[in-house]
Protein backbone atom coordinates (compact mmCIF):
# COMPACT_ATOMS: atom_id res chain seq x y z
CA UNK A 1 0.00 0.00 0.00
CA UNK A 2 0.97 3.94 -0.03
CA UNK A 3 3.22 4.98 2.62
CA UNK A 4 5.05 8.33 3.97
CA UNK A 5 7.97 8.14 6.06
CA UNK A 6 9.42 11.36 7.51
CA UNK A 7 12.06 11.89 9.73
CA UNK A 8 11.32 11.83 13.39
CA UNK A 9 11.41 15.40 15.68
CA UNK A 10 11.71 17.53 17.23
CA UNK A 11 14.18 19.58 15.56
CA UNK A 12 15.34 22.37 17.05
CA UNK A 13 17.25 25.16 15.38
CA UNK A 14 18.44 28.96 15.87
CA UNK A 15 17.07 31.53 13.84
CA UNK A 16 18.22 31.83 10.30
CA UNK A 17 19.36 28.23 10.45
CA UNK A 18 18.83 26.28 7.12
CA UNK A 19 16.29 23.69 7.86
CA UNK A 20 15.89 20.03 5.89
CA UNK A 21 12.92 17.64 6.84
CA UNK A 22 13.46 14.31 4.84
CA UNK A 23 10.70 12.75 3.14
CA UNK A 24 10.41 9.71 1.35
CA UNK A 25 7.21 7.44 0.05
CA UNK A 26 5.90 4.12 -1.59
CA UNK A 27 3.19 4.40 -3.79
CA UNK A 28 2.36 2.70 -7.34
CA UNK A 29 2.05 4.76 -10.25
CA UNK A 30 2.87 8.38 -9.80
CA UNK A 31 1.56 10.19 -6.70
CA UNK A 32 0.93 13.62 -6.22
CA UNK A 33 2.93 15.19 -3.47
CA UNK A 34 2.45 17.66 -0.28
CA UNK A 35 3.50 19.58 2.56
CA UNK A 36 1.09 20.90 4.94
CA UNK A 37 1.86 22.57 7.94
CA UNK A 38 0.28 22.66 11.52
CA UNK A 39 0.37 25.59 13.76
CA UNK A 40 -0.31 25.18 17.53
CA UNK A 41 -3.91 24.72 17.81
CA UNK A 42 -4.83 24.78 14.24
CA UNK A 43 -5.90 22.75 11.44
CA UNK A 44 -3.45 21.43 8.43
CA UNK A 45 -2.16 24.24 5.83
CA UNK A 46 -1.61 23.45 2.32
CA UNK A 47 2.38 24.54 1.98
CA UNK A 48 3.15 23.78 -1.44
CA UNK A 49 3.21 20.88 -3.68
CA UNK A 50 4.42 18.97 -6.87
CA UNK A 51 2.47 16.69 -8.97
CA UNK A 52 4.86 14.95 -11.19
CA UNK A 53 8.70 14.37 -10.94
CA UNK A 54 11.03 16.81 -11.27
CA UNK A 55 8.00 19.50 -10.38
CA UNK A 56 9.63 21.87 -7.58
CA UNK A 57 6.65 23.19 -5.38
CA UNK A 58 7.73 26.37 -3.57
CA UNK A 59 5.91 28.78 -0.87
CA UNK A 60 7.32 31.94 1.95
CA UNK A 61 10.33 30.78 1.57
CA UNK A 62 10.00 26.45 1.71
CA UNK A 63 11.06 24.46 -1.89
CA UNK A 64 11.21 20.54 -2.18
CA UNK A 65 11.54 18.88 -5.36
CA UNK A 66 9.61 15.43 -6.30
CA UNK A 67 12.51 13.34 -7.09
CA UNK A 68 10.59 9.75 -8.52
CA UNK A 69 14.02 8.11 -8.65
CA UNK A 70 15.13 8.49 -4.87
CA UNK A 71 10.70 8.52 -4.23
CA UNK A 72 11.47 11.68 -2.35
CA UNK A 73 10.28 14.88 -1.66
CA UNK A 74 12.29 16.72 1.14
CA UNK A 75 11.31 19.72 2.53
CA UNK A 76 14.18 22.69 2.36
CA UNK A 77 13.95 26.34 4.13
CA UNK A 78 17.12 28.44 3.91
CA UNK A 79 16.66 30.93 6.46
CA UNK A 80 13.69 29.87 9.13
CA UNK A 81 12.51 32.11 11.37
CA UNK A 82 10.74 31.91 14.60
CA UNK A 83 7.25 31.95 13.26
CA UNK A 84 8.27 28.62 10.80
CA UNK A 85 7.98 26.79 14.76
CA UNK A 86 5.13 24.42 13.68
CA UNK A 87 4.60 20.35 12.77
CA UNK A 88 5.16 19.25 9.49
CA UNK A 89 3.51 16.60 7.39
CA UNK A 90 4.40 15.39 4.16
CA UNK A 91 1.45 13.45 2.13
CA UNK A 92 0.76 11.84 -0.69
CA UNK A 93 -2.18 11.50 -3.15
CA UNK A 94 -2.36 8.62 -5.45
CA UNK A 95 -5.37 9.86 -7.96
CA UNK A 96 -6.96 13.16 -8.39
CA UNK A 97 -10.13 12.87 -5.67
CA UNK A 98 -7.88 10.30 -4.43
CA UNK A 99 -7.37 9.96 -0.27
CA UNK A 100 -3.81 12.20 1.42
CA UNK A 101 -2.01 9.47 2.70
CA UNK A 102 0.21 11.33 6.01
CA UNK A 103 3.92 10.59 7.14
CA UNK A 104 3.87 10.99 11.27
CA UNK A 105 4.81 14.64 11.50
CA UNK A 106 8.07 16.24 12.24
CA UNK A 107 7.59 19.27 14.82
CA UNK A 108 10.03 22.00 14.26
CA UNK A 109 10.92 24.39 17.07
CA UNK A 110 12.97 27.57 15.91
CA UNK A 111 14.47 29.69 18.71
CA UNK A 112 15.70 33.28 18.52
CA UNK B 1 -14.28 34.08 0.75
CA UNK B 2 -14.98 31.24 3.94
CA UNK B 3 -12.56 28.65 4.36
CA UNK B 4 -13.47 25.20 5.89
CA UNK B 5 -15.45 25.74 8.47
CA UNK B 6 -16.27 22.57 11.27
CA UNK B 7 -18.54 22.53 14.77
CA UNK B 8 -18.00 22.20 17.39
CA UNK B 9 -14.60 23.13 18.10
CA UNK B 10 -14.22 21.21 21.26
CA UNK B 11 -16.87 18.24 22.32
CA UNK B 12 -16.28 16.03 25.29
CA UNK B 13 -18.31 12.67 25.65
CA UNK B 14 -18.52 9.62 27.83
CA UNK B 15 -17.69 5.77 26.39
CA UNK B 16 -20.57 4.51 24.90
CA UNK B 17 -22.52 7.72 23.61
CA UNK B 18 -22.88 9.13 19.76
CA UNK B 19 -21.53 11.94 18.33
CA UNK B 20 -22.09 14.31 15.21
CA UNK B 21 -19.90 16.40 14.08
CA UNK B 22 -20.22 18.98 11.08
CA UNK B 23 -18.60 20.39 8.14
CA UNK B 24 -18.85 23.42 5.65
CA UNK B 25 -16.91 23.17 2.77
CA UNK B 26 -14.89 26.12 1.21
CA UNK B 27 -16.89 27.95 -1.08
CA UNK B 28 -17.52 26.52 -4.77
CA UNK B 29 -16.39 22.91 -3.30
CA UNK B 30 -18.15 19.61 -3.64
CA UNK B 31 -15.85 17.02 -2.24
CA UNK B 32 -15.45 16.95 1.65
CA UNK B 33 -13.31 14.42 3.04
CA UNK B 34 -12.71 13.57 6.91
CA UNK B 35 -9.63 12.40 8.75
CA UNK B 36 -8.54 11.85 12.44
CA UNK B 37 -5.67 12.87 13.77
CA UNK B 38 -4.93 10.94 17.73
CA UNK B 39 -2.45 13.33 19.51
CA UNK B 40 1.26 13.07 17.77
CA UNK B 41 0.51 11.59 14.94
CA UNK B 42 -0.81 12.04 11.19
CA UNK B 43 -4.32 12.34 10.06
CA UNK B 44 -5.69 9.14 9.35
CA UNK B 45 -8.46 8.94 5.84
CA UNK B 46 -12.02 8.74 7.23
CA UNK B 47 -13.84 8.52 4.15
CA UNK B 48 -14.54 10.88 1.31
CA UNK B 49 -18.04 12.72 -0.20
CA UNK B 50 -19.30 13.35 -3.49
CA UNK B 51 -22.49 14.01 -4.67
CA UNK B 52 -23.84 12.91 -1.46
CA UNK B 53 -22.72 9.19 -1.33
CA UNK B 54 -19.91 7.64 0.04
CA UNK B 55 -16.81 7.57 -2.89
CA UNK B 56 -13.96 5.90 -0.78
CA UNK B 57 -13.24 4.69 2.86
CA UNK B 58 -10.33 4.40 4.87
CA UNK B 59 -9.80 1.43 7.27
CA UNK B 60 -12.10 2.79 9.90
CA UNK B 61 -15.04 0.15 11.81
CA UNK B 62 -19.00 0.75 10.92
CA UNK B 63 -19.05 2.74 13.77
CA UNK B 64 -17.94 5.60 11.54
CA UNK B 65 -20.42 7.28 9.34
CA UNK B 66 -21.00 10.10 7.62
CA UNK B 67 -23.64 12.00 5.05
CA UNK B 68 -23.31 14.88 2.69
CA UNK B 69 -26.18 17.52 2.19
CA UNK B 70 -27.41 19.28 -1.41
CA UNK B 71 -25.58 22.04 -0.25
CA UNK B 72 -22.54 20.02 0.07
CA UNK B 73 -22.09 20.15 3.98
CA UNK B 74 -20.79 17.03 5.53
CA UNK B 75 -21.72 15.16 9.22
CA UNK B 76 -19.41 12.59 10.78
CA UNK B 77 -20.97 10.51 13.33
CA UNK B 78 -19.38 8.17 15.65
CA UNK B 79 -21.67 5.58 17.51
CA UNK B 80 -20.57 3.39 20.90
CA UNK B 81 -17.94 5.91 21.51
CA UNK B 82 -14.79 4.21 22.43
CA UNK B 83 -11.87 6.00 24.77
CA UNK B 84 -9.44 5.34 21.47
CA UNK B 85 -11.79 7.44 19.71
CA UNK B 86 -10.23 11.06 21.74
CA UNK B 87 -8.60 12.39 18.22
CA UNK B 88 -8.78 16.09 16.57
CA UNK B 89 -11.19 15.02 13.71
CA UNK B 90 -10.68 17.38 10.66
CA UNK B 91 -12.54 17.91 7.45
CA UNK B 92 -11.21 18.63 4.42
CA UNK B 93 -13.30 20.00 1.19
CA UNK B 94 -12.18 20.23 -2.51
CA UNK B 95 -13.33 20.38 -6.07
CA UNK B 96 -13.92 17.35 -8.34
CA UNK B 97 -11.63 18.02 -11.34
CA UNK B 98 -11.19 14.86 -13.22
CA UNK B 99 -6.79 15.50 -13.81
CA UNK B 100 -4.50 16.10 -10.85
CA UNK B 101 -3.67 18.55 -8.91
CA UNK B 102 -7.23 19.36 -6.94
CA UNK B 103 -5.71 20.84 -3.59
CA UNK B 104 -7.18 19.83 -0.20
CA UNK B 105 -8.25 22.62 2.10
CA UNK B 106 -8.40 21.97 5.43
CA UNK B 107 -10.67 22.97 8.80
CA UNK B 108 -9.70 24.29 11.98
CA UNK B 109 -11.18 20.78 13.26
CA UNK B 110 -13.06 19.58 16.24
CA UNK B 111 -11.18 18.14 19.21
CA UNK B 112 -12.99 15.09 20.39
CA UNK B 113 -12.16 13.82 24.15
CA UNK B 114 -13.90 10.55 25.45
CA UNK B 115 -13.81 9.73 29.12
Known amino acids: GNSVTQMEGPVTLSEEAFLTINCTYTATGYPSLFWYVQYPGEGLQLLLK?????DKGSNKGFEATYRKETTSFHLEKGSVQVSDSAVYFC???????????FGGGTRVLVKP | DAGVTQSPTHLIKTRGQQVTLRCSPK?????VSWYQQALGQGPQFIFQ???????QRGNFPDRFSGHQFPNYSSELNVNALLLGDSALYLC??????????????FGPGTRLLVL
Open chain 1, 50 to 54: ATKAD
Open chain 2, 49 to 55: YYEEEER
Open chain 2, 92 to 105: ASSWDTSGSGETQY
Open chain 1, 91 to 101: ALRRAAGNKLT
Open chain 2, 27 to 31: SGHDT
